[in-house]
């Protein structure tokens, strides 16, 4: 069963913060995120293992709750490249063999 | 940093005919994966492949739907007759041992007429 990311869409002006929502019906190991521009591959953001861990790189961060079920990537001073579709990947395994993925969000930063 | 390639980049078919999308996979990554993209919906799993056998499979990936590796670069998905509804945005990716990043091929655009 897939997760379910919210929102389905943001629009932001650029230096805007944004949060992104990822939740699961099924417990979970694993957390990927990925970003996708228009007519390209996705592309891997981060991983969150079970425990509640947080990361983070630049400008982008994620939670995991393993609790809830939930993880949430963290857009902070959004700049134009951020513009695209994110998607994240759920795995129940411990290996990730089979990383399903949300409906996907898209993300517009404006000028 | 190293790719994923995918050949073709696009393919135009007739319904009920076979399609090969090829896939050259990182040259130490042990976990090959096939996933599809409908245009404008979310990216879909086909089937995970390691140590020479399928581990994995959606409910996607039917009898029509086969992958190889025939020899020790090139990772295949073979569509057998297909049909209109397997236009898609075909992704192959891989990853090393362990719980790593999934790396993505630019992708193969498979259009059935």
């Known amino acids: 069963q897939q997760p379910v990311q919210s929102p389905q869409a943001v629009i932001l002006r650029e230096g805007e913060d944004a949060v992104i929502n990822c939740s699961s019906s099924?417990?979970?190991?694993?957390v990927h995120w990925y970003r996708q521009k228009h007519g390209e591959a996705p592309i891997f953001l981060m991983i969150?293992?079970?425990?509640?861990e947080q990361k983070g790189h630049d400008k982008i961060s994620a939670s995991f709750n393993e609790k809830k079920q939930q993880s949430s990537l963290y857009l902070t001073a959004s700049q134009l490249s951020y513009s695209g579709t994110y998607f994240c990947g759920t795995s129940p395994y411990n290996a990730g063999n089979m990383l399903t993925f949300g409906g996907g969000t898209r993300l517009m930063v404006k000028p | 940093e190293p790719e994923v390639t995918q050949t073709p980049s696009h393919q135009v078919t007739q319904m009920g005919q076979e399609v090969i999308l090829r896939c050259v996979p990182i040259?130490?990554?042990?976990?090959f994966y096939w996933y599809r993209q409908i245009l404008g919906q979310k990216v879909e799993f086909l089937v995970s492949?390691?140590?020479?056998?399928?581990?994995?499979k959606s409910e996607i990936f039917d009898d029509q739907f086969s992958v190889e590796r025939p020899d020790g670069s090139n990772f295949t998905l073979k569509i057998r007759s297909t049909k209109l509804e397997d236009s898609a945005m075909y992704f192959c990716?891989?990853?090393?041992?362990?719980?790593?990043?999934?790396?993505f091929g630019s992708g193969t655009q498979l259009s059935v007429l």
């Open positions: 492949f390691y140590n020479n056998e399928i581990s994995e």
């Open positions: 040259s130490n990554h042990l976990y």
């Open positions: 969150l293992l079970k425990g509640g």
């Open positions: 990716a891989s990853r090393d041992r362990g719980l790593e990043k999934l790396f």
């Open positions: 099924k417990a979970l190991y694993s």
